[in-house]
């Protein structure tokens, strides 16, 4: 949906699209120079790049993404 975290192993010129809609980028591989990380920069929104573990997060799950401080924090909703 719009707005949502999209969470990525790596980022390609073929994630584009769904970035496009995205409210924040979890990447598992790259850098400041990835792809993630530029499209993000350009579209205003948070990403984080290099999250060990990023592909155990749910679908669904609630996460807080920080892209200054470089965090991905999951929320607790108290379930």
Do not use: K
């Not at 390609?12 to 769904?18: I, M, R, V």
């Not at 996460?63 to 965090?71: I, P, R």
Request: glycine content about 12%; aromatic content about 4%; overall charge negative.
């Amino acid at each position: 949906r719009d707005g949502d975290v999209v969470v990525v192993p790596y980022s390609d010129a073929s994630w584009t699209p769904l970035f496009l809609r995205a409210g924040a980028i979890v990447a598992e591989s790259g850098g400041m120079l990835s792809h993630s990380a530029i499209l993000a920069r350009e579209l205003a929104i948070p990403a984080v790049t290099s999250v060990r573990g990023a592909l155990a997060l749910r679908d669904g799950e609630l996460v807080t993404v920080d892209g200054s401080l470089g965090a991905v924090l999951r929320v607790d909703t108290g379930d």
